[in-house]
């Protein structure tokens, strides 16, 4: 392994896989709070082993694999978790894929073939909740049994509340849904973001005096249509903004599209890769009777926005780079 952020795949040489090193095992969709505390135990076992600390994850998520025809709003792409888990400190990422045979492999034989076999962990951190093998037989208790036969350490997280509601993928999935930015943000333990590219649109913005950088996203994404207070990030660049995801009734009512003007920015941005993170919710959408009350209320979603990044003013995702 190289000294930055190594991902392991499924056809990694064995050679390349440092052995004895500790997991953290999960699916990790968000890399919420509840997640961070098993990278947390996973870093801190690996420190007293002297080995490094690992994530182990699957892709595609297993959900869309068990369940292909029903639509799944993931919270991050695999890029984007991978990115998050590199910001918190683990040496690197195990990536299995999710396909029919990882499906069908037993509890038993994942851990004996997989986790002792190829990747000869020494321990492993997994939360309360996560279970694994066909039949999602595998759990922490199991775990906990096969430990000291298999020589290894085991240390399993019970659930992080936060106002006494466990925190989760789903609720954060739910906040989100219902514009509940706040929320969503306290339990992920920092904004929620999307990356994407800027592509051509209507340029209508332009003639209301607000130009936009327009992302698509995906077609699950299941964020509240609505008005925005956003940070965007070019690279190690920063950039505060306000952004409108939705349909445009007032002019087509076409497929969501995520449009973002920047403040103090000029430039071209078209074919640029943007992280951009939610810092507040606004307003929902509406359908302007004429342009003039449209962008008398586009001034106003500014001034609002500009005042809630103030109150935010370096909240954006630690994110880490990707050997």
Excluded at 66 to 88: I, W, Y
Excluded at 115 to 131: K, T, W
Excluded at 292 to 301: G, S, Y
């Amino acid at each position: 392994m190289t000294t930055g952020f190594t991902v392991i795949r499924d056809n990694t040489p064995a050679s390349a896989i440092p052995r004895g090193a500790v997991v953290a095992m999960g699916n990790f969709d968000g890399v919420h709070l509840g997640h961070r505390a098993v990278i947390e135990a996973a870093l801190q076992m690996g420190k007293a082993h002297g080995k490094p600390a690992l994530a182990l994850t699957f892709e595609p998520h297993p959900r869309s694999f068990f369940s292909p025809s029903s639509p799944q709003f993931r919270l991050t792409d695999e890029t984007n978790k991978l990115r998050l888990l590199a910001g918190t400190g683990l040496a690197g990422a195990v990536v299995m894929t999710f396909d029919k045979n990882r499906a069908g492999t037993s509890a038993q034989d994942f851990i004996h073939h997989d986790l002792i076999g190829r990747l000869g962990i020494s321990g492993i951190a997994v939360g309360y909740d996560f279970h694994f093998g066909k039949g999602r037989v595998g759990s922490p208790s199991l775990l906990v049994a096969e430990a000291p036969r298999l020589g290894i350490e085991v240390d399993v997280q019970a659930h992080v509340d936060i106002d006494e509601r466990p925190v989760s993928s789903s609720a954060i999935r739910m906040a989100l849904a219902e514009g509940q930015i706040a929320d969503a943000t306290a339990m992920l333990g920092g904004p929620w973001f999307v990356t994407g590219e800027v592509i051509h649109g209507e340029k209508r913005g332009r003639d209301l005096g607000y130009p936009t950088a327009n992302i698509r996203l995906d077609k699950n994404c299941g964020l509240k249509h609505g008005i925005y207070a956003v940070r965007v990030g070019r690279g190690s660049e920063r950039i505060d903004g306000v952004a409108s995801f939705g349909r445009r009734p007032t002019f087509d009512n076409g497929a969501p599209l995520l449009e973002v003007f920047l403040f103090d920015f000029k430039g071209d941005l078209y074919g640029n890769l943007l992280d951009v993170a939610f810092i507040g919710f606004i307003r929902d959408e509406l359908k302007f009777d004429n342009i003039e009350a449209l962008i008398r209320q586009m001034d106003d979603d500014s001034a609002r926005a500009k005042a809630q990044l103030a109150a935010a003013a370096d909240a954006f995702p630690k994110l880490g780079a990707i050997d």
